[in-house]
Structures are given as C-alpha cells and as structure tokens.
C-alpha cells in the first residue's frame, strides 16, 4: 500500500479541536476496531474510506467506488483485520493472477506468511491460511465444489468488482456474489461507476444490508492538456480551485484556454494549406488529405517524450492501442539515440533485468527480442502489452514503479492492469478498434486511461496529454475530461457448466430462481419497469384519445377503419399493377426476335425502334439491342418500358447490321419509317390494361361509396376526430411493441437456463433434478467450450491421441486468432489433422442442436494454435515452435505463444481430473511436456 502521510487539519480555535477530539474519541468507542486498524496505518483514513470500514464493523457489507489510487483497498484490508480479529477467514479475489501475487507480497508484509496463502490455480500456497489471496474463478471453484475452506468463512474482498461487465469473464463475479453464504460479508472494491446506486441496491437485495460508498474526488488533481506539435498547451483556462478537471461534474464552469484555440487554428491553416489536414466531418475526404497532397503527421514520439522531459512531466505512459505500435515507438526512441537515465540508473537496471531473467534459456533470447528490449529498459523506455513474454511485462512494471524506466508505450490493458501510476499520460488517438469498428473513446475509456496520471505521496498532480491532430476539437476534449460516466452493465449469462452445478446443488426451480437474481436481470427487469410505467401512460392516453375523437354522428374507429382499408387496398392494387405491368413487360421482351418493331414509350429514345438483337440471357431476363427512328443505337431494359411490348410489325434486316456504323443507323432510320408501322395511341394502350384492373376498380367503388354513406363523413368537424383517432390507433400499435419487448426481457434469463436444462437432459447430463455420471463430469469443466469438451471426452473423441495430438484438439477449444491475423490458419496433416477434425464434427454437432433449441451457438473452433502447441509437445525450440505457426497461418509473439500454452495446460488440468484414466494419462503428459522453458517462468 502506497499512500502519503496524512494528518488531520489542527487549525481552528481550542474549543474547535477540543470538539473534535471529543467526536474521535466517541468514535473510538463506537468502533474500537477500527481505532485498532487505524494505529497500524501510517497515515490518516480518508472520509470515504473511514465510511467504509465503520460499514463494516457494523455488520454491513460495502460498495465502495472511487477513483484510481484513491485507497479503496484500506476497506478490503480492514475485512482481513475483522476476520483476523474474530477469528474468522478472508477471501481476497482479484481478477488477474498478477494482481493477485501482488496482494499476496502486500499481505504478507502485514500479517506474515504463516497467516496468508495463495491460490491461483495454478499456484497454492499455504491455502488453508486464514487469509487468502486468489482469483475470482478459484473462488467460484469453491464454491461450487463445497470446499471445506468455506467454513468460518467471514469476510470475502472483490477487488476490482466492475469486471463484471467482462464479455467473457464477468459472470463469475456474480455467481460468486449470488452464492456466498448469507452470514458472510461481502467487499465490493470498483472504479467510479456512474450506476453504483443501481448496482448496490441489487448488491442489497441478494446479499442483505449493505452501505454504498461513492468518492469521485481524485487524491491527486489532473489536468489535462493538449500537445500541438511540440508545443504544450492547458485544455482549460483557468485553474480554479473552486471547480477544477478533478472535481464532480457540474461543480463549475471550464473554458478552453484561447491560447490553445488559437495554436490549433494556425496549425488547421497550415495543414489545410499544404494539403495535409486530417479528417474533419464535412469538409475533407477520408483522413482529409486531397489528392497527391503530403499527408500531416503526428510529432515524432521522441520528440513527445523529449518535451515532456523538459517539463517535468516524467514519467509517462503513452497509450498507442497497438501492439506493434509500443514496439515502433521504443525502436525509434533506441534509434534516435534518447537517454532518460543516469549512469547509475543504468546499473540498477541492469542488476534487475539479470535477477529477473536468470532462467531465461540464451538459445531463446534471439526470437524473444531480449537485447532490444533490454537497450530499450537501459534508456529508460519500455513497451507494455499483452504479446510481450510475462516475464518481461514483470521487469518493466518493477522498472516503472521503481522509477527506473521513464517513458513507457503502453495498450489499453495496462488500465485495468495492476498498480502502475505515472506522472502523466499521453493519448495518441482519441479513437480506437473495438473489436468490430474504429469508434470514438467514450469518456468512462478516457477517465479509466487518464486515471494512472499522477502518483499518491509522490506528484502534487497529475497530467493527461492529447496530441492534437487536425480535425480534431478542443470542446470534444474537453467534454471527455469533464465527465465521469463509466456505467457498470452486467454481462452475466448462464452456461452449461454454471446449470448442472446449479441444479445439483438447488434443484431446477431454485436454479433458475437464482438465474433470476442476477445483476443482468436486475438491469433487465429495471428497464422492464421502465417500459411498463409507459405501456401504463399509453394505456392511458389511449383511453383519452378514443374520448376525444368521439363523434356524435357516428363511430369514427368504423369510419377511420374504412379510410384505412381503402388506403391499403389503393397501395395493393398499385403494387399488383406495377407487378403485372412488370412481368408483362419480361414476358413481352423475352418473347422479341431479330427485325420486331417496337414502341419505346417515354424518354429521349421514345419512338418505333427495330430489334438487331434480343439479348436474351440464361435467366430469361433480356436487353434488346435496338435502333431507334432517331437513328439511336444501344441496348434497351425493362425499366424504359411500362406494360407491354408487343411487336407492331417486322422490318427486314441484313445478314450482319452493324450499329455502330452512321450508315447502317440512318438506312434503318428510314426503314422503319417506310414499313407503315405506327406507334399506337396512348388510349390504346391504355386500354390493354384495362380489363387486368376492372375486377380491382369495382371494389374500390364499393369502399368509397361506403365510406361516402358513413354517418362521420358528414360531420362538419370529421378531420378533428380523424386526427385524434390515428394518434389514438398509432398509440395501440406502439403499445403492443412495447408490451412484447417487456413480455421478452421478465425472465429472460431463467429462460436461457430452461433452454440450456432442456438440452443438458437430451444429452444425457442431467436426469431431472439430478446429475448423470457425465453431468458430474461437466461440473468440473470450466472453459467457454465446456460442453464441446464433455462430449469429446464421454465419446472417445480423444482416447488413444498422443499428448501432442490431444494438446493440439484442446487448444482449438481456446485459442482465437488476432483480429489482425484472422482466419488464415491450416489444420495439419495426419494424427493432429484428424483429431482436430474429429473435435471440430463434435462442436458442430453440438452447435446444431443449439440452434435448433434456440440457444447461442458455443463459440467456434480455431485451429491456429495446433500446430504450435503439438510441435512446443514434442519438445521444439521456442524458435522452431513459432516458425511452425507462421507456417501454419499464424504469426503469434513470443508473450502470446505463452498466454496461450498456459491456458491450454490449464484445461489439459482439468480434463487430467475429470477423463477416463487413458485420456487422463495422455492429459498429465502433455501438461508435463508443455510446462518448460518459457513457458514456466513467472506468473501468467
């Protein structure tokens, strides 16, 4: 814990602080235990954070949401000091591994190692302590297995609980939250949401009383700033301390600074000037660059860094949201030859590097990028990102927090990575690819990148850069570092895992009662109660309006009734006639030969035209190449005619008619007017149509003649009624959507869980309420392909592969291919070829019955990762392994090569404890094999 000694205000008169004393020591004696927690601290507790921990000695659970560095963690370290002190236990969930492991040092520090463990899932130490550091799915393992180290369970800390919104991972969060003992008080630790009130009354309905503790106020102030060139600018004017960038929303007024007004408009002259403006709605093309003008471009980084180092403002994370991106910058940076450090500095580097790095094997430091990483850490710049090997992400997060390494180049994960604050950050972009699309930064993205600005007990204050780009406005900047809106939306979904544990320990109706508590349902069913106070005022408005429109002539529903269906049947017979006049004219084109005389009925080519060509195609649509007796050449379709084309007549035509030729256009000109041929008249044609129509003519006399005979039609203030009749029918309409949507999203939830039993029952997994031998297999199973892998292992898909085989079918259960490298993998030849085919007719069989039941398909199957991980089995190189993925359509760092190796070791655990013994045998090889070299250094 890293805070600034803090000590509370001494001013004021005697009688003041005699006032105050007396309140502490009232204090002191309402929570005595946290006058004990207090004294081991070194500082003294903030507002918010001495809410929380009183929350607690009350008995409550807590929600607490602030900013980034602002201490939140001092109320999950008073959950451990109320356990400790009662004799009970604490559970302290983190998200990540390296969160985790960073607890674990924290704690043990505290409290000693004989009173905190760890587990990871892959690591256990001291599991039994009554502390315990882990991640949030080890906690939900737990759970669901009844661990016997749930007993004296008292307090459990959610560290970082927003990622619950996690696509991927959130819902473990809440299954943790919904099935905690009722006696066990829960700590939720979260960024500033804007929706914590809603997320804590639903923390209030499951899980009992519960205090919520906002704190928006950043322990360090930020400013923010734009950079135009190399020039460096305040976004707002005034530093007022009354309402400054740190302040809540609404507390006062900001203005952009003129000064930097001005510098953008000179620099938007220039670049519009040279021709190199960048993407401004409305006025420029795509990045606003006219034809062969030279593009603009961002300031060198070098010289980014360079003018922040004269600043002051080191250290710095610059955000770049690509991979290769980090890595181009800390090459141009070592290329132009920039030094942030000392001599001495260099050393310390150096000295870290070799401890952290010791059991790196030198046969792999080439293709890991070791010496340029290395000249990089010595300088005083680094890359971080998620394809960097851990080790390396380890060295650089020490390097910074140490302040070693000044200047580092960073993706958006760092935000919601582990504790790692700078002095300032830059923002390159305000735009970055979300996985589908290129979209603008929202300002919960722009608060949670800018929130690592500004180190507690170190900086007076932070500082947020944007470099300016042309097109790019000052106000929108302004509006994103003004705003605190991160909304928390659940991401919660039931799997196949979560229902057979479900129903195993409640039984289905409790199960999808569970479901049904839920954070998404929560949400759901709150904007239910939204559209259902509307569908309610509809009802309403809708009874005033068929009120209002009353005639006393008549009824003026019958009447709009009538004026509706003589509408709709007008539009019908509109679109019948367009239809019948549209198979008239294919069926007529279609039917032309060669010398046919036709009429062209409107447009510049109207006239008689001789045919030289039908042009019929394949399909029977046809374009007749004509020549007109305006001695106009080309091909005709049928949207030049409306109806029929018959053939008035035929003119005689040569072996070969070129139409191109003056010539040929003007003899045929003048044939087709010495042929005798006439265009008939517009009655004429007309009256072709006309006996289709009369059947649809006559109905229409009947409904206007009813429609004259109605009692409202002779109503003086008939179009008064009218008017309140539609809104009164356009009101009955939207309300009957509305009442759908509303009928759709009441247990949608407990729906999808009805789905998903119905299917887990046909497959054999659950038998009613209880689990089949192969359902209890299936609770043990924790991946997003969870069925997909029951079904390999229940059906022999898997028996008899060799570890290699089998690491390669399980990683395409895993892995997914870059969005910058999709889809270009092969599955291999052979034993892994087929057995990846084998695991790919499994997961399609199970998709289809998914789809026909009404359910999400499992995730699809992605094979790029086979041939690496099978070769990485049998013993490969780190080279050889990822030349072999290259070679196979995938091109993966070294970092990711790792992440992935580990998470397919991690489901190859789980399916070594649940597969019959031959495949469970195969399973703990290839777990063995996989674990070497990189691959076992460091946390994941």
């Given at each position: ?34 006058a004990e927690f207090v004294l081991t ?36 370290e008073f959950a451990v000091h109320l ?11 983190t998200p990540i591994k390296a969160l ?841």
């Amino acid at each position: 814990m890293t805070q600034d000694s803090r000590t509370p205000h001494e001013d004021g008169s005697p009688a003041d602080r005699y006032a105050r004393a007396q309140v502490a020591q009232a204090a002191r004696r309402q929570y005595p235990k946290l006058a004990e927690f207090v004294l081991t601290r070194p500082f003294a507790l903030d507002p918010f954070q001495v809410q929380g921990c009183q929350a607690l000695e009350d008995g409550r659970g807590v929600l607490v949401c602030a900013p980034t560095g602002a201490g939140k963690t001092v109320v999950g370290e008073f959950a451990v000091h109320l356990a400790l002190a009662s004799g009970g236990k604490c559970f302290y969930t983190t998200p990540i591994k390296a969160l985790s492991n960073q607890k674990f040092v924290d704690l043990i520090a505290q409290y000693g190692p004989d009173r905190v463990g760890l587990l990871t899932g892959d690591t256990s130490v001291n599991s039994h302590a009554p502390v315990v550091v882990m991640t949030t799915e080890v906690l939900r393992n737990m759970l669901y297995a009844g661990s016997p180290d749930l007993a004296e369970l008292t307090h459990v800390v959610l560290d970082e609980v927003h990622y619950l919104a996690d696509k991927f991972r959130g819902p473990v969060w809440e299954e943790v939250i919904l099935h905690l003992a009722a006696d066990v008080a829960v700590v939720g630790l979260s960024a500033t949401v804007s929706n914590a009130e809603e997320f804590g009354a639903w923390l209030a309905e499951v899980r009992g009383e519960l205090a919520v503790v906002v704190d928006e106020v950043r322990p360090v102030p930020l400013w923010p700033h734009m950079m135009v060139g190399r020039r460096l600018f305040d976004l707002f004017s005034v530093r007022d301390q009354e309402a400054g960038p740190s302040d809540p929303p609404g507390s006062g007024q900001l203005r952009i600074d003129p000064a930097l007004t001005r510098a953008i408009h000179d620099a938007e002259a220039l670049a519009d000037r040279f021709g190199g403006g960048g993407s401004r709605v409305g006025r420029r093309g795509e990045r606003g660059r006219p034809p062969g003008g030279p593009r603009w471009r961002p300031p060198n980084r070098v010289d980014v860094i360079e003018r922040l180092d004269m600043a002051g403002l080191l250290p710095a994370i610059t955000f770049i949201f690509s991979r290769a991106g980090c890595d181009a910058a800390v090459a141009q940076c070592v290329r132009s030859g920039l030094r942030l450090t000392t001599e001495h500095e260099r050393d310390e580097i150096r000295q870290i590097v070799d401890r952290r790095t010791v059991e790196l094997l030198d046969a792999d430091l080439g293709v890991l990028g070791y010496w340029e990483w290395r000249e990089g850490l010595e300088r005083g710049v680094a890359a971080h990102h998620a394809g960097l090997l851990p080790v390396f992400k380890e060295t650089v997060e020490e390097l910074f927090v140490a302040g070693l390494v000044k200047a580092v180049f960073a993706t958006e994960t760092l935000a919601l990575g582990i504790n790692m604050p700078a002095r300032t950050v830059v923002l390159e972009k305000l735009g970055k690819f979300n996985g589908e699309s290129h979209a603008d930064l929202t300002a919960g993205e722009y608060t949670q990148l800018t929130g690592r600005a500004g180190r507690r007990g170190i900086d007076v204050e932070g500082h947020a850069v944007v470099l300016w780009s042309p097109g790019m406005d000052p106000r929108v900047v302004g509006g994103l570092a003004s705003r605190r809106t991160y909304p928390l939306r659940s991401s919660f979904r039931p799997s196949y895992n979560m229902a057979v544990n479900l129903v195993d320990r409640l039984g289905r109706q409790a199960a999808r009662a569970l479901i049904e508590q839920s954070f998404a349902q929560y949400q759901a069913n709150g904007a239910v109660v939204g559209m259902a106070r509307q569908v309610s005022r509809n009802t309403e408005a809708i009874a005033a309006h068929q009120r209002t429109m009353q005639c006393h002539l008549g009824d003026t529903a019958e009447y709009l009734g009538l004026l509706t269906e003589l509408a709709d049947a007008e539009r019908e017979i509109a679109r019948a006639g367009a239809a019948r006049r549209r198979d008239a004219t294919a069926q007529d084109l279609a039917e032309l030969r060669r010398g046919d005389v036709i009429e062209v009925p409107t447009g510049r080519r109207s006239g008689l035209a001789v045919v030289l060509d039908p042009g019929v195609d394949p399909d029977g649509s046809a374009r007749p190449l004509v020549v007109t007796a305006g001695r106009w050449a080309g091909r005709l379709s049928a949207a030049d005619f409306r109806g029929r084309v018959p053939a008035l007549g035929r003119v005689k035509l040569g072996k070969f008619t070129d139409h191109r030729s003056p010539k040929v256009r003007r003899d045929l000109s003048s044939a087709i007017a010495s042929s005798g041929i006439r265009a008939p008249g517009r009655d004429r044609r007309a009256a072709r149509g006309h006996d289709a129509a009369s059947a649809d003519e006559m109905d229409l006399t009947v409904l206007r003649k009813a429609i004259r005979a109605h009692p409202v039609h002779g109503c003086s203030d008939r179009e008064e009624h009218l008017q309140w009749a539609r809104r009164w029918r356009r009101l009955i309409a939207e309300n009957e959507a509305l009442a759908a949507k509303v009928a759709a999203a009441t247990g949608s939830l407990g729906q999808a869980l009805d789905r998903i039993v119905r299917l887990l029952t046909d497959e054999g997994y659950l038998d009613g309420d209880a689990l089949t031998d192969d359902g209890r297999m299936l609770a043990r199973i924790w991946c997003e392909s969870d069925l997909v892998v029951a079904e390999c292992l229940r059906r022999g898909t898997w028996t008899g592969a060799s570890p290699p085989a089998l690491a390669a079918a399980v990683s395409c259960l895993i892995f997914e291919s870059r969005r910058d490298n999709p889809g270009m993998s092969r599955i291999a030849v052979g034993e892994i070829g087929d057995l990846v085919s084998a695991t790919v007719d499994v997961w399609a069989r199970i998709a289809g019955a998914e789809r026909e039941i009404g359910l999400p398909a499992t995730r699809d199957v992605d094979p790029g990762f086979a041939a690496a991980v099978a070769a990485w089995c049998r013993g490969a190189s780190l080279a050889e392994t990822l030349t072999v993925a290259v070679s196979g359509g995938t091109d993966i760092s070294a970092g990711d090569f790792v992440r992935w190796c580990r998470q397919v070791v991690d489901l190859l655990d789980q399916i070594a404890g649940v597969a019959p013994a031959p495949v469970a045998a195969i399973a703990r090889s290839a777990v063995g094999s996989l674990r070497r070299g990189v691959v076992s250094l460091g946390a994941a």
